[in-house]
């Protein structure tokens, strides 16, 4: 049931949302319909670095049913979201919220 928020700093590009569901979903193994994918842009002029930056970066946060999630699974979306982005798998990072069971409703409906 991963729900994931990506937020791309930098222009926005045509179909990118669902190659960004195809590609995380087979990364980390989801069922087809499994994988949703929310896809926000964010303007350069609305990010900064303090210091030097390494380029326009690229965040994931991650909900999951029961939780976290690990370095590997971690790595494998990163590297999905890289692909596809065309970033550099070290820009991309990678954040998981809390269990959704329990605190979650689909429909109305929790999910326990």
Excluded at 9 to 30: M, S
Excluded at 66 to 80: I, T, V
Excluded at 82 to 102: F, K, N
């Amino acid at each position: 049931m991963p729900i994931l928020q990506i937020e791309v700093v930098g222009a926005r590009r045509k179909d990118l949302a669902p190659a960004l569901a195809e590609e995380t979903a087979a990364a980390i193994g989801v069922r087809p319909g499994g994988c949703w994918v929310r896809l926000r842009y964010l303007n350069p002029r609305d990010y900064a670095e303090n210091g030097p930056g390494v380029g326009l970066p690229v965040f994931v946060s991650v909900l999951k049913r029961d939780g976290l999630g690990d370095e590997r699974e971690a790595m494998a979306l990163a590297s999905a979201v890289a692909r596809v982005v065309d970033r550099p798998v070290e820009q991309v990072h990678v954040l998981y919220e809390g269990a959704a069971r329990g605190r979650i409703f689909f429909g109305g409906q929790r999910v326990e």
